[in-house]
């Protein structure tokens, strides 16, 4: 079990460089004689006092703000105090050496990275969600998943969690009381409408993954990869995405050798493109390069974006793959050049209509549907354009929510089988409930604590 160290931490919370204000802060139990000394005066719980910052030997460091925050009525559920001043390397630096070494008799030490939101989850102020939720607001990059990020710290998908937890305890709790009484099994199975409850229960499961399957899209991005053969314009249609010259564009076939990336943003959703060189069949040895590298990038995107000459409609997307992890990759098909189009030779129009869920057509030179593509691509990813994420999740919270989903569902067929098997039933459900545990943190996992806490920042 992962245990928490009890000697007072300190650090700077502020990001390293010149800025309008820095802040120093330190968390331990019962700081009050530190603060004394550091400071030479008692400070007022939750109160603002402007002084002055001096060393061991009486000179000032600098001016500013300090708060005393008493336990338990803290970020870390510890006294904590904080030292505003001003911002900068060297003034910041001074004065947390000033603190360490004033707080060096009491052991503090500089805190590692995350370590105040580890002792606020340590002391019940904050779950996992919440701690991540911090991580996440940091990084941001757009507005949509600050915006998410903020109703995953208020608690908006602990809420969710917790609510499914409460109904499996529940279940848990009925199911193991009657495994005494084997004989009242099947009275037990009718009698509480355990049927009914657990298909209540799949429903809700699935609501929760679609949502959480859509937020973490706002956090982690969508990685596309645009494919097709030389010159379909796959290379236009990048530049035309992004509404600048990013790929080198010319009639000659094989201009792309090698994978072009950008990122972009969709309505909040962060987007990485990568343009490709064409798939065909070569004895050009740095073609063949280009080309491998092209199946690589397939191979770690969420969705491919095939492109086609709207004229010749002809897809190489299967032959290449199919030697590959990418077989079942999501896929939508781009009928480019549509400018070029005929009447008679538009796929659009009557015997050679080719419309379906997965078929655009666009003209990259004219910038014609190219809204409607760039919606095909929020559509995939469960967000329509104004849309706003009621939390956001990691990969992880999708990984957990879908074990405990499955954990549920063989639960559900032993209760639906003819001798309910509640001994088999009862250890599902506890899997479930061990899942759903693992997302909010109620449970022991001392590396999973380990690898969420050690990607924050210094101060957090």
């Known amino acids: 079990m992962l245990e928490l160290d009890a000697a007072p931490i300190a650090a700077i919370a502020t990001a390293p460089g010149r800025g309008g204000i820095g802040v120093i802060r330190v968390s331990g139990k019962d700081l009050r004689g530190f603060v004394s000394l550091l400071l030479k005066r008692e400070l007022v719980p939750r109160h603002a006092h402007y002084l002055p910052f001096v060393n061991e030997s009486g000179a000032v460091i600098d001016q500013g703000i300090a708060i005393f925050f008493q336990a338990p009525h803290s970020y870390t559920g510890e006294d904590v105090l904080e030292l505003q001043g001003h911002g900068g390397t060297a003034v910041m630096q001074r004065l947390l050496d000033c603190v360490l070494s004033t707080g060096k008799p009491v052991g503090m030490r500089l805190a590692q990275p995350g370590e105040f939101s580890l002792r606020a989850y340590f002391n019940d102020k904050i779950d996992l969600v919440q701690a991540e939720a911090i991580d996440d607001l940091i990084g941001a990059c757009s507005q949509a998943a600050a ?3 903020v109703e995953s710290l208020k608690g908006s998908f602990s809420t969710e969690i917790y609510a499914l937890s409460a109904a499996l305890v ?28 657990l298909k209540v229960l799949m429903q809700d499961f699935d609501t929760l993954l679609s949502t959480t399957e859509q937020s973490q899209f706002l956090s982690v991005g969508l990685k596309i990869t645009l494919v097709g053969e030389p010159n379909v314009g796959k290379s236009s249609l990048m530049n035309a995405i992004f509404g600048e010259d990013i790929s080198i564009v010319t009639e000659m076939a094989g201009t792309t050798r090698d994978n072009v990336k950008e990122n972009i943003t969709l309505d909040g959703v962060p987007v990485t493109i990568v343009d490709t ?25 969420d969705l491919i974006l095939d492109v086609v000459d709207a004229r010749r409609p002809k897809s190489v997307l299967k032959t290449f793959l ?37 078929n655009y057509f666009v003209s990259a030179r004219d910038q ?50 003819d001798n309910a098997i509640l001994d088999l039933m009862a250890e599902e459900l506890r899997l479930s409930h061990q899942q759903l545990g693992s997302i909010t943190g109620n449970i022991d996992a001392d590396e999973l604590l380990g690898k969420i806490f050690s990607s924050f920042c210094i101060g957090k």
């Open 147 to 149: 915006e998410a990020a």
């Open 170 to 197: 529940e279940l848990r709790t009925l199911v193991e009381a009657t495994l005494d009484f084997p004989e009242e099994e099947i009275e037990f199975i009718e009698k509480y409408q355990v049927l009914p409850r």
């Open 277 to 301: 060189a064409g798939l065909r069949i070569t004895d050009d040895t740095v073609e063949k390069i280009g080309i491998k590298r092209s199946l690589t990038a397939v191979e770690a995107c």
């Open 322 to 358: 199919s030697d590959t992890a990418a077989t079942n990759k999501p896929v939508i098909t781009v009928h480019n050049k549509i400018d070029l189009l005929t009447n008679d030779t538009d796929p659009r129009n009557g015997e050679n209509s080719n419309n379906s869920t997965t």
């Open 368 to 417: 014609i549907g190219l809204g409607t593509l760039k919606q095909a691509i929020l559509d995939f990813t469960g967000r329509r354009l104004g849309d706003k994420s009621p939390w956001l999740a990691r990969k992880r919270h999708v990984v957990a929510i879908k074990e405990a989903k499955h954990h549920l569902k063989l639960a559900l067929e032993c209760a639906c089988h």
